[in-house]
Structure formats: structure tokens, C-alpha cells
């Protein structure tokens, strides 16, 4: 059974770091995985994903440039390191795996998914 498990999230203020783990179980850490995240009556936005083998690691433009999201495979987890955050960071969290064919951004297009974490930035 494949579980994911984020944490990390927290109240910070606006040009503050955080740091999201997301550690995975029932798998081992060899697919892509990926960083959503939602904020209230918003869709779930694609944040950032990394892939396995040299393929690389993308993020949105509204990330580009603050976050850095990286894997260590040895622990079965991914993180995400958010830099300079703005106010309009503040939201629910997820990581997921198990992609399927199409744009990695596509929430509808992945498979499994954690409780996710709450990130709260005031200005």
C-alpha cells in the first residue's frame, strides 16, 4: 500500500523559509513525485515535480526561482525548500505520486496522495 506522509508546514512570515518533507512507504522512491498545493477555493496548482534519471526537475512560474524541491532516494522522501515566501504561498501542501500520461501539473493525473500540510505566510 503506498502511503505518503508530508510535515514541515507552519506559520511563517513573508521573505521567511520553510522546509516540506514528504516521506513515502509501500514503495520504493524511483517514479516521479510531485508538489501541489491548494488554497481555499482555489484549484490544486502543480508546484514543482522531479523526476528520476537525469530527467530533471520543473516548477511553476509563480515558484521559479524561491523553491527548490529535491529527493533523497536513500530515505524515501522528497522535499521541498520555500524560500522568500509571499502571503500568497499560504495554502494546503500535498505531495503525490503515480503519474499517468500527461502534463505533470494536472492534478487529475496523479495517483496517490498525502494528508498535506499548511503553510500560512503573513505579510
Known amino acids: 500500500q503506498v502511503r505518503l506522509m508530508e510535515s514541515g508546514g507552519g506559520s511563517a512570515q513573508a521573505g521567511d523559509s520553510l522546509r516540506l518533507s514528504c516521506t513515502s512507504s509501500g514503495y520504493r522512491l524511483q517514479a516521479p513525485e510531485a508538489w501541489f498545493r491548494q488554497a481555499p477555493g482555489k484549484e490544486r496548482e502543480g508546484v514543482a515535480v522531479?523526476?528520476?534519471?537525469?530527467?530533471?526537475?520543473y516548477y511553476s512560474e509563480s515558484v521559479k526561482g524561491r523553491f527548490i524541491a529535491f529527493r533523497d532516494n536513500d530515505k524515501n522522501t522528497i522535499y521541498l525548500q520555500m524560500n522568500n515566501l509571499k502571503p500568497e504561498d499560504t495554502a494546503t501542501y500535498y505531495c503525490a505520486t503515480g503519474v499517468r500520461v500527461g502534463r505533470w501539473s494536472d492534478a487529475a493525473n496523479w495517483e496517490f496522495w498525502g494528508q498535506g500540510t499548511q503553510v500560512t505566510v503573513s505579510s
Open positions: 522531479t523526476y528520476v534519471g537525469g530527467g530533471g526537475t
